[in-house]
């Protein structure tokens, strides 16, 4: 792995964004074509994100999209970042994606989280979800029992996770300040058991570091416009440029937003990553990156893998 000896590998989270380039239907059938990408790409897994009625990310259904990927690749782990467990049964969740688990074998991920959705009985919920599903997994050292997942943002999910011999997938993107409490508390409640820890960033890079800013300025600008709530597409360079477009606000917030954003060129983007993973003992970094063109975003996964040298490290 090039510049560094840390065991990092890279894998995609991918929300499905609706952009000024994409409508709905384009933006999911593009979000199935990047599962074949980070395939030939040599990524480790894809993971797909679950929101409803927005405006600016067009899957309702991770595990659905989790079933049409897998049926495209052959090698990369799919899976699901993340099912919303509190709008679901933990049977119901444990049925469908144990099916899965069934059908391709060892390359289904359940990654599940509550988001805003704050309910007492979740850790029962993830506990009868982990008690329901298939047995016979194979022990890695990569991979948690039944590879169930927790994501977090703040912290509360972690300790959680570590109990229950989950992995645990730290949203990065979401909160950037919250990262290091929510890695302490999941490495503490590890202790000396195995753990399984990833974290989530928003990043994007490009042939030079003046084209990767842009990208990530208008994301930021996206972002700003959600944080006041105003639900949109991912706005292209173009739209994002026009200065009448955008008030001194949601401008003036953009710039703390894309200060959360890893951007740059893939040297300084590998760099950033694999100090993020080693600050706080992850292995694994999953890579959200949100451009209006998906030419662009294409060539930002390209870029990083190739900066990784993530091909020649292959998929496990």
Do not use: C
Request: no cysteine.
């Amino acid at each position: 792995m090039t510049g560094s000896t840390t065991p990092v590998t890279l894998s995609v989270l991918d929300q499905s964004p609706i952009t000024d380039h994409l409508d709905r239907t384009e933006a999911l059938q593009e979000s199935l074509r990047l599962a074949e990408r980070a395939e030939r790409e040599g990524y480790r897994r894809i993971w797909y994100a679950e929101h409803h009625h927005s405006m600016s990310f067009a899957s309702p259904a991770p595990e659905t999209m989790t079933a049409l990927a897998l049926e495209r690749t052959t090698r990369i782990r799919v899976g699901t970042g993340g099912i919303l467990l509190p709008l679901y049964t933990p049977q119901k969740v444990a049925e469908t994606m144990g099916l899965l688990q069934r059908v391709h074998g060892d390359r289904v991920d359940i990654g599940i989280g509550r988001a805003a959705l704050h309910t007492n009985d979740f850790p029962h919920k993830v506990e009868t979800l982990l008690s329901r599903l298939p047995e016979g997994m194979p022990q890695t050292v990569t991979e948690p029992e039944h590879r169930v997942w927790v994501l977090g943002a703040g912290g509360t999910s972690a300790p959680l996770a570590a109990s229950l011999g989950a992995g645990y997938v730290q949203g990065h993107f979401l909160s950037p300040s919250s990262t290091p409490r929510g890695m302490r508390a999941y490495w503490d409640e590890v202790g000396k058991k195995p753990g399984f820890a990833v974290i989530a960033v928003r990043a994007v890079t490009a042939d030079t570091a003046e084209k990767a800013q842009r990208l990530a300025a208008a994301a930021a600008l996206w972002r700003a416009r959600k944080d006041l709530n105003y639900d949109s597409p991912i706005p292209s360079l173009e739209h994002a440029e026009r200065d009448k477009e955008w008030s001194d606000e949601e401008r003036a917030r953009a710039v703390t937003r894309e200060n959360g954003f890893i951007h740059g060129t893939p040297e300084h983007v590998r760099d950033q990553l694999l100090a993020l993973a080693e600050q706080h003992r992850a292995s694994e970094i999953m890579v959200n990156t949100l451009t209006s063109d998906p030419a662009d975003r294409d060539a930002s996964y390209t870029l990083l893998a190739d900066a990784f040298d993530q091909a020649a490290v292959g998929v496990a």
